[in-house]
T-cell receptor, first 111, second 116 residues
Framework: AQSVSQHNHHVILSEAASLELGCNYSYGGTVNLFWYVQYPGQHLQLLLKYFSGDPLVKGIKGFEAEFIKSKFSFNLRKPSVQWSDTAEYFCAVTGRRALTFGSGTRLQVQP | GAGVSQSPRYKVTKRGQDVALRCDPISGHVSLYWYRQALGQGPEFLTYFNYEAQQDKSGLPNDRFSAERPEGSISTLTIQRTEQRDSAMYRC??????????????FGEGSRLTVL
């Protein structure tokens, strides 16, 4: 069965700090990996995705994620966060089944 | 429509009542998904459709939960004899892709169900 683990439940950063959110998945076959974001009062939306090719993928708003197959990881990074990045971030995976989400990380960026 | 539309946005019901949650996907999207999200958790898969055919209902927690999409567009998630543990945000998503492996889902605002 496919599953996703997000290590950080709540992260508080100051503006301009660097961000890295951990994500590990469990599935033995080929996977597609995603990060979704939910800004306050809004619906879930796709931040970035990995299907194949370059394991370093870039998404919207300066976010990037690196797929490390040997570690079953897909960590999300951003060099310098902004107050507007305050949101909840969900890592997700598809293997044989429909999209499976992690429990989410709430990011709070203080001005 | 321009986005995925869900109704009602908020539903408060008494234990034992039946509820129906509606989802209108993006026009032309083939696949439709239902997820449930409890407070502090990620969305949990319930079921999905390609056109009108229910492809996977393995996430439905028990036989009180059912879903249909009779004409391949609007879908209804029905919960019979609601219980307090059914309280959650119910999220619908659609995709132009037919495969279960797709992850490029477009989500609606969700329907928040509270069972008293």
């Amino acid at each position: 069965a496919q599953s996703v683990s997000q290590h950080n439940h709540h992260v508080i950063l100051s503006e301009a700090a660097s961000l890295e959110l951990g994500c590990n998945y469990s599935y033995g076959g080929t996977v597609n990996l995603f990060w979704y974001v939910q800004y306050p009062g809004q619906h879930l939306q796709l931040l970035l995705k990995y299907f194949s090719g370059d394991p370093l993928v870039k998404g919207i708003k300066g976010f990037e994620a690196e797929f490390i197959k040997s570690k079953f990881s897909f960590n999300l990074r951003k060099p310098s966060v902004q107050w507007s990045d305050t949101a909840e971030y969900f890592c997700a995976v598809t293997g044989r089944r429909a999209l499976t989400f992690g429990s989410g990380t709430r990011l709070q960026v203080q001005p | 429509g321009a986005g995925v539309s869900q109704s009602p946005r908020y539903k408060v019901t008494k234990r034992g009542q039946d509820v129906a949650l509606r989802c209108d996907p993006i026009s032309g999207h083939v696949s439709l998904y239902w997820y449930r999200q409890a407070l502090g958790q990620g969305p949990e898969f319930l079921t999905y459709f390609n056109y009108e055919a229910q492809q996977d209902k393995s996430g439905l927690p028990n036989d009180r939960f059912s879903a249909e999409r009779p004409e391949g567009s609007i879908s209804t998630l029905t919960i019979q004899r609601t219980e307090q543990r059914d309280s959650a945000m119910y999220r619908c998503a659609s995709s132009f892709d037919t495969g279960s492996r797709t992850g490029e889902l477009f989500f609606g605002e969700g329907s928040r169900l509270t069972v008293l």
